[in-house]
Each structure stands twice: as C-alpha cells, then as structure tokens.
C-alpha cells in the first residue's frame, strides 16, 4: 500500500483526467509505485495499481513490460541502462557493455552480488550525437569509453558508501 502522502499524489494524479479515463494515470502512477515499493514493479504492486486506478491487471502488466524504464525483478541501486540502438552501436556501445560486463562480472539484465550495479540495455535514448551513451538514473552519461565507465562506477561507489 501507499503510503499517506503517495496516495495522495495518485489522487492528484487522477485527477488530471476527465470521469473514466483515469487510465491515463497510468504511468506517473507506476513511476511513484516503482519509487515507492523498492525500485521494481512486482506483480503484486501492478495488480494493487490496476485497483487503484479500476482497471484490469492486465492492462498495467502491458505497459509496464513494454517500457524499459519499468523493473520487473530488484534491481541495484545503480542502474546502468546503456543503449544499444544503431548511432550508438555505430559509436561503440557494444564494447561498452562489454566492458561493464566485465568489469562488474554482470550479464544483461543481472545484479552485481553486493546489490549496487543492475545492467540494463535500452532502446534510444534520444541522445545519439552523444554515443555511446547510457542513463543513470534522471542524468545521461555520454561519449563513453572504458576510462569514463570506471570513473562512473568509483563515483557510484563513492556514494553508496
């Protein structure tokens, strides 16, 4: 369940739209779901979404395994999400995430063992003169090359300590 002040804001939320279209919340409302319960959407927190919002399960489970913002399994507390569309890969990003593999002895979709690193491939992220990049949370990390994926990482680990 939400808490207090986040139920609230899906109120707010719904509110936006006219009398049965509350659907139309659906996604700033999983966005506050995913903050909220730990980072990823488990069933359970997709079926309780689809009641707040009176639709069908269903619904919800199709937005949210079609956008690749949504986590359907915990995912680190940093998550590197590096595209691997065509400027990108024209760019490098294939040895990118080749690298991150290997400097974190992470696959795709996997969770470094102490919880920190979760990598993510994505489609475009809008910011192919910029290759190879990747998301970090709301900030885009650019022209990346091997010594720039370490400073990343130590500058993650900085904070996480």
């Given at each position: 369940?939400?808490?207090?002040?986040?139920?609230?804001?899906?109120?707010?939320?719904i509110a936006?739209?006219?009398a049965?279209?509350?659907?139309s919340?659906?996604?700033?409302?999983?966005h506050l779901?995913?903050e909220?319960?730990?980072?990823?959407l488990?069933?359970?927190?997709?079926?309780?979404?689809?009641?707040?919002?009176?639709?069908?399960?269903?619904?919800v489970?199709?937005?949210?395994?079609?956008?690749?913002?949504?986590?359907l399994?915990?995912?680190?507390?940093?998550?590197f999400?590096?595209c691997?569309?065509?400027?990108?890969?024209?760019?490098g990003s294939?040895?990118?995430i080749?690298?991150i593999?290997?400097?974190?002895?992470?696959?795709?979709?996997?969770?470094t063992?102490?919880?920190?690193?979760?990598?993510?491939?994505?489609?475009?992220?809008?910011?192919?003169?910029y290759a190879?990049?990747m998301?970090?949370?709301?900030?885009?990390?650019e022209h990346?090359?091997?010594?720039?994926?370490?400073?990343?990482i130590e500058?993650?680990?900085?904070?996480?300590?």
């Amino acid at each position: 369940m939400f808490s207090e002040e986040k139920l609230n804001k899906v109120k707010e939320i719904i509110a936006r739209y006219p009398a049965g279209k509350q659907k139309s919340a659906l996604i700033p409302v999983l966005h506050l779901a995913q903050e909220e319960f730990g980072g990823w959407l488990s069933a359970e927190t997709m079926d309780y979404v689809a009641s707040l919002l009176q639709i069908k399960p269903i619904e919800v489970y199709e937005v949210a395994t079609f956008y690749s913002m949504f986590n359907l399994k915990p995912v680190g507390k940093y998550v590197f999400e590096v595209c691997q569309t065509g400027p990108c890969m024209l760019r490098g990003s294939d040895n990118i995430i080749d690298y991150i593999k290997k400097k974190l002895d992470i696959g795709v979709g996997e969770t470094t063992k102490d919880g920190l690193f979760t990598l993510k491939t994505v489609e475009c992220l809008g910011a192919c003169g910029y290759a190879p990049m990747m998301q970090l949370g709301k900030h885009f990390r650019e022209h990346l090359t091997p010594e720039k994926v370490d400073a990343i990482i130590e500058e993650c680990r900085v904070k996480a300590n």
